[in-house]
C-alpha cells in the first residue's frame, strides 16, 4: 500500500514540474513551482529525512514563492525574448529523456550493499552529546560546509543590494506591495506571526535532538517577518541600520571565532571544547539562525531604493 | 522494486524536465524554474542514496541529508540573486525604451 | 492499520490532483492560487495520516510547518498582483511613509 | 481496546476524506473564484478537523495530540484568512471592471496575460 502512495506522489510530482516546464505564463508557472515544492517536501518525508523536508517545504516552497511571484510582478507582462526555433523542440526533448534514462538506469544500478557514513556517525556522535545525527553532520563533523554556506548567503545578500541604483546601497527596499495592506493580511499578521515566531524558536530547540535546526527555524523566522511585512505590521529596515548589520554578520562572523577559538580549546580549526562542546553547538546555532533569518529576509525584499529625502 | 527506486526513477524524470526547461523556456523567469526543477531532481536522487544508506538506528545516512539541507539554501541563494538581475535588467530595458522614444520625439 | 491509513493518504492525494488539474485548465490565476491552497490542505492531512502510519511524531513538525506557511502564498500573491488602484468609493490610499 | 481505538480512527478519517472529497467537488463543480473559496474552506476545515478527530487516539503522547490540536487550529485560522485575502482580491477586480464598465474615468487596468 506504501508503493501505491509513494507512485501516485511521485506521478504527481512529475505533473507539477512538467506543469511549471510546461506553461508559458510566467504567473501559472510560479504558482504551479509552489505546489511542486509543496510535493516535494511529502517526498523527503517518505525518504525518512524529516530534516529536509522541514527545510523544503519552509525555503523551497514558502520564501522562494515570495521571491519569484515579486519577480514576476516587476517583469513586463509580456517577455520579449523570441520563441525558440520549434525545430528544436524534439531535438531537446530527446536529450532531456537521454539524460533521464542515463541517469535512473544509474539510479537503478546503485551499488550493493549502499555505501554510508550512519555507522561512522553513529560512533562520533556522543562526543557531541547530540541527538541529531544531521545537526551533528552540520555543526561538527562537516562545520566547515555550514560556515561557507553562511559565507554565501551573506555574499548573495550583497550581490542583491550592489544592484541598487544607490551607489552607497542605503536605504529601504521597495515595499512588497504597491498598496496599504487588505485587512485580512493584516490580521494574518497579527495573530500567525507570534505563533510562527514560538514554532521557530521550537524548532531551533528541537533540532538538537530531533528534526529542526538552526536553518528551519531562521527560514520560519524570515518567513514570518515577511508576513509582519505584507501585512503592515512592521516597516522594512533601512539597510544602513547598524544593528541590523550587527545581525547579519553574528553568524558567520561568530562561527569563525569559534572556530579560531578551537586551535587554543580543541587543537583544531573549527574544533569545540571538550567538555562544553554541546553548550557552544547551541550557542553558535543561535548566532547562526539569527543571522539566517535576516540575511533570507533581506534578500527576498531586494535592493535598497537609495536613502529617502525628508 | 521499492519506493525507494521509485523516488530515484521520479529524480531522475525531474532532472531530464529540467534540462529540458533550461534549454526551451521562452523566459529567463522559464529557465530558473527549470534550473530550481533540475536541482531539485538532484537532490531527490542525493535523498535516494542517503535512504539506502539507512543504519546504525538512523532512518537514512544523515552526511547526504546535510549536504542536500546545505544545496537547498545555496540553491535558493542563487534564485534570488538571479531574479533581483532579472528585476534590474528588465527596468534597465524599460529605461532604454523610454529614452529612445523621447529622443524620437524630440 | 498502516496500510489503510496509507490508502486513505493516497486517496487524499488524488483527490487533490483532481481538484488542480482541472482548475489548471479552467480557472485564472487566483483559482490556480486557490488550488494550490487546496494541495497545501490535503497535504497536511497526508502528514497526519503518515505520522502513525510510518511511526515517527517528528512528522507532525513538518504539518505543523506546512499549516503556518500555508497563508504566506496566498498573502505573497495578494501583495505582488492585488489591484493597484484604490477602489471606487475609497479615498486614495495615502502614499506609504 | 485497540480494535475500538482502530475503528473510530477509521470510520473518522473516512469521514474526513469524504469532506474533502465534497470540497474537491465544489472546487470542481460551482461557477465563478468567490463560491469555490467557499466550497474550498468549509469542506477542507471540517475534512481536517475530523481526520485530526479520528487521529488522537494513534497518537503516541499527549503532547503529540495536542501538537494535532494546534496544527488543526493553525490552518483553520490560515484558510480562514486566506480565504478572506483571496476574496476580498476577487472583490476589488470585480470593482474595478465594474468602474471601468461604467465608463468611468478610470484609467486602463494593467495589462493581464
Not at chain 1, 136 to 165: C, N, Q
Not at chain 3, 74 to 88: D, Q, V
Request: with cysteine; hydrophobic share 60%.
Amino acid at each position: 500500500m506504501s508503493l501505491l502512495f509513494d507512485a501516485v506522489l511521485c506521478l504527481l510530482l512529475l505533473a507539477g514540474a512538467l506543469g511549471v516546464v510546461a506553461t508559458g505564463a510566467a504567473r501559472a508557472a510560479v504558482i504551479a513551482f509552489i505546489g511542486y515544492g509543496l510535493l516535494l517536501g511529502l517526498a523527503w518525508v517518505r525518504l525518512a529525512a524529516v530534516d529536509v523536508a522541514l527545510t523544503e517545504i519552509a525555503i523551497g516552497s514558502g520564501i522562494s514563492g515570495v521571491v519569484l511571484l515579486r519577480c514576476v510582478r516587476a517583469l513586463p507582462a509580456t517577455p520579449k525574448a523570441p520563441a525558440p526555433n520549434p525545430l528544436l523542440r524534439p531535438l531537446a526533448a530527446m536529450v532531456s529523456i537521454a539524460i533521464a534514462v542515463a541517469l535512473g538506469a544509474a539510479v537503478l544500478a546503485l551499488p550493493e550493499p549502499a555505501p554510508s557514513r550512519a555507522a561512522d556517525v553513529a560512533t562520533a556522535l556522543p562526543a557531541t552529546d547530540l541527538g541529531n545525527p544531521v545537526t551533528g553532520v552540520l555543526l561538527v563533523f562537516r562545520a566547515l560546509d555550514t560556515l561557507l554556506e553562511k559565507v554565501v548567503l551573506l555574499l548573495s545578500l550583497v550581490g542583491v543590494w550592489a544592484l541598487s541604483r544607490d551607489p552607497a546601497c542605503r536605504g529601504r527596499p521597495d515595499p512588497l506591495s504597491l498598496e496599504p495592506a487588505p485587512a485580512p493580511s493584516a490580521f494574518l499578521a497579527r495573530v500567525l506571526a507570534p505563533v510562527g515566531v514560538l514554532v521557530g524558536l521550537y524548532l531551533l530547540w528541537a533540532g538538537a535532538d530531533h528534526p529542526g535546526g538552526a536553518f528551519q527555524s531562521g527560514a520560519v523566522l524570515a518567513a514570518m517577518g515577511l508576513l509582519l511585512v505584507m501585512g503592515d505590521q512592521i516597516r522594512i529596515p533601512a539597510t544602513q541600520n547598524r544593528g541590523l548589520r550587527l545581525m547579519l554578520l553574528a553568524g558567520p562572523f561568530g562561527f569563525l571565532a569559534v572556530g579560531f577559538a578551537g586551535w587554543a580549546t580543541a587543537g583544531v580549526f573549527l574544533g569545540y571544547p571538550p567538555g562544553a562542546e554541546k553548550a557552544v553547538i547551541i550557542a553558535v546555532e543561535v548566532a547562526i539562525t539569527l543571522s539566517i533569518a535576516v540575511t533570507l529576509g533581506l534578500i527576498v525584499l531586494g535592493p535598497p531604493a537609495g536613502e529617502e529625502r525628508s | 522494486m521499492t519506493g525507494v527506486h521509485l523516488f530515484g526513477l521520479a529524480g531522475a524524470a525531474l532532472v531530464g524536465c529540467g534540462v529540458y526547461g533550461l534549454l526551451m523556456a521562452p523566459g529567463a523567469l522559464g529557465r530558473i524554474l527549470a534550473f530550481n526543477i533540475l536541482g531539485g531532481g538532484v537532490f531527490l536522487i542525493f535523498g535516494v542514496v542517503a535512504r539506502r544508506g539507512a543504519g546504525a538506528g538512523f532512518g537514512a545516512d544523515p552526511v547526504p541529508q546535510a549536504l542536500v539541507i546545505t544545496g537547498i539554501v545555496v540553491a535558493f541563494c542563487a534564485t534570488a540573486l538571479a531574479a533581483a538581475l532579472l528585476v534590474r535588467l528588465s527596468a534597465v530595458d524599460a529605461e532604454v525604451a523610454r529614452d529612445g522614444e523621447k529622443e524620437k520625439e524630440t | 492499520m498502516a496500510d489503510l491509513l496509507f490508502a486513505a493518504a493516497t486517496l487524499l492525494l488524488l483527490l487533490a490532483a483532481a481538484g488542480l488539474a482541472s482548475l489548471w485548465w479552467a480557472g485564472n490565476d487566483l483559482d490556480r492560487m486557490l488550488a494550490v491552497q487546496l494541495l497545501g490542505a490535503a497535504g497536511i492531512a497526508v502528514l497526519l495520516l503518515l505520522t502513525p502510519a510510518m511511526g515517527d511524531s517528528s512528522l507532525l513538525d513538518t504539518a505543523l510547518l506546512l499549516a503556518l506557511l500555508a497563508a504566506l502564498a496566498a498573502c505573497a500573491y495578494r501583495a505582488a498582483f492585488g489591484p493597484t488602484r484604490p477602489k471606487a468609493g475609497r479615498p486614495p490610499a495615502a502614499p506609504r511613509p | 481496546m485497540s480494535l475500538l481505538a482502530s475503528a473510530f480512527t477509521l470510520v473518522f478519517v473516512a469521514a474526513g476524506i469524504g469532506f474533502f472529497a465534497a470540497g474537491t467537488l465544489g472546487l470542481v463543480r460551482l461557477p465563478g473564484t468567490l463560491s469555490r473559496i467557499h466550497a474550498l474552506t468549509k469542506a477542507d476545515n471540517v475534512g481536517l478537523a475530523l481526520i485530526v478527530l479520528g487521529l488522537l487516539p494513534q497518537a503516541a503522547s499527549v503532547l503529540d495530540a495536542a501538537k494535532m490540536v494546534a496544527i488543526w487550529l493553525l490552518a483553520q485560522l490560515a484558510s480562514g484568512a486566506v480565504a478572506q485575502v483571496m476574496a476580498e482580491a476577487v472583490m476589488a477586480e470585480a470593482t474595478l471592471a465594474e468602474a471601468k464598465d461604467a465608463g468611468d474615468a478610470a484609467p486602463p487596468e494593467e495589462s493581464r496575460p
